[in-house]
């Protein structure tokens, strides 16, 4: 039941000393803030981070070679190690938990490579199989990616990033229309977008994709892969396919069993993984922090509390001797403590909200850090913990409030 006189006088009681009071709601309010301001940030650095990789299967790997460190098989170190399509044809047949294996090759050279009509530029121009687009994730804008007919029938067609478009043909529709690449003629049958932002997606996008097979013929690599991009199937760790793989090519190629250094590899399961306990910490650190904060705030609200009881103590006897329950001072008192942590936890909970909302609006999509964000859930189950310290806080001054002598306390002056 509602009792407005209590409310009256602790209104009144935390009014007699302002500066005191604001002091203590502050430091309450000081830990829930920080909960919020710390894991808004969090959250908005976890957000650009995973943007960033959103652009790739998590599933999935990348193998090149490197020279040989140790002699091995009549064979001396510092030896080119050189893929090849038949690398490409037993790896498919012989590593059981490959989902996709995607031969590349990358055109070499300096200069303006590209032409169109009287434009020119130089971009990034790979071969490449259909399957790389379920590893390096696109959007097709426009037309299709490259498929498996491109493939077998050498077709001199190209997939472009949004960027070249904007460079050689502006607000024209690209579809159907030819470019030449180191002087070869290329029907374009694809746009592509990124998905990631800022510099990374302009670079992404000044990409052109063309048929791996029509690549090697076009420009004379011959049989010839620079590296490999993969995916697993479900149920297989990237760890084991990436050991299985290089321990085939390894034996291929004549490369010493412990010689390291020869292939090249990288795993982006292990660095989701890796990235994933990295933002698991940062959200245990904030939250050590926050409850540090916010323990400290519940001591300094117990304190206060017990000043307030020694300064009442006589205003606590005679309430005793006029028949006050100790029951009825204890609730007084735990009361009083539980409002000034609710002011400061809700305070501190809509300007920590507030400044994070605000940030969101002008932190912008493509930077490192993304616009940061609070769960309100998570929020407002903070200030339910604080409110339960603050009823913890009062326990301590409402029992020495509750077995003050009305005869003593009658006597202090």
């Known amino acids: 039941m509602f009792d407005l006189d209590k409310w009256q006088e602790i209104f009144i009681t935390i009014s007699k000393n302002k500066l005191r009071t604001f002091l203590t709601v502050f430091g309450i309010g000081w830990g829930i803030f920080m909960i919020i301001i710390l894991l808004g940030a969090g959250k908005g650095l976890q957000n650009g981070v995973e943007r960033d990789f959103s652009a790739w299967a998590t599933n999935s790997g990348f193998f090149w070679s490197e020279k040989t ?75 299709r990616f490259i498929n498996n007919k491109d493939i077998s029938n050498e077709r001199k067609v190209a997939v472009i990033g949004r960027n070249i ?20 003629n290329f029907l374009i049958v694809g746009l592509f977008d990124s998905r990631r932002t800022g510099e990374q997606a302009d670079r992404d996008t000044q990409t052109i994709y063309l048929p791996f097979t029509t690549f090697q013929k076009a420009f004379n690599y011959g049989n010839r892969v620079g590296w490999y991009a993969y995916s697993v199937k479900p149920g297989y760790k990237v760890s084991e396919v990436e050991e299985a793989i290089i321990a085939n090519l390894t034996k291929r190629h004549s490369i010493h069993p412990l010689d390291l250094d ?129 009823a913890l806080a009062g326990i301590m001054p409402a029992k020495k409030a509750a077995s003050v002598s009305p005869i003593e306390a009658i006597r202090v002056e």
Request: hydrophobic letters at 45%; glycine letters at 14%; charged letters at 15%.
């Open 262 to 390: 020869a292939i090249g590899s990288n795993n982006l399961e292990e660095e989701f993984a890796e990235i994933s306990g990295l933002f698991t910490g940062i959200n245990v650190f904030t939250w050590f922090v926050g409850i540090s904060t916010l323990l400290a705030g519940v001591i300094g609200v117990s304190n206060i509390m017990l000043i307030i009881v020694k300064e009442r103590t006589k205003e606590i006897g005679i309430r005793k001797a006029l028949g006050a329950t100790p029951g009825s001072i204890i609730s007084l008192i735990i009361q009083e403590s539980i409002f000034l942590t609710a002011i400061g936890g809700y305070v501190a909970l809509v300007i920590g909200i507030a400044i994070i909302e605000a940030l969101a609006k002008v932190v912008p999509d493509d930077g490192f850090m993304g616009p940061p964000e609070v769960d309100i859930k998570v929020a407002v189950g903070a200030l339910g913990l604080l409110i339960v310290g603050g």
């Open 165 to 184: 478009k904007d460079v050689l043909f502006e607000d024209q529709n690209p579809i159907g229309k030819y470019i030449k690449v180191n002087g070869i």
């Open 69 to 143: 460190t140790i002699s091995y098989g009549g064979f001396q170190p510092g030896r080119n190690v050189t893929f090849t399509n038949e690398d490409t044809e037993i790896l498919r047949k012989k590593i059981a938990g490959l989902s996709y294996l995607a031969p590349r090759n990358r055109l070499r050279g300096a200069g303006n490579n590209v032409i169109y009509n009287n434009k020119t530029g130089n971009f990034s121009v790979y071969g490449d199989f259909p399957g790389y687009s379920k590893i390096q994730l696109v959007d097709i804008a426009a037309g």
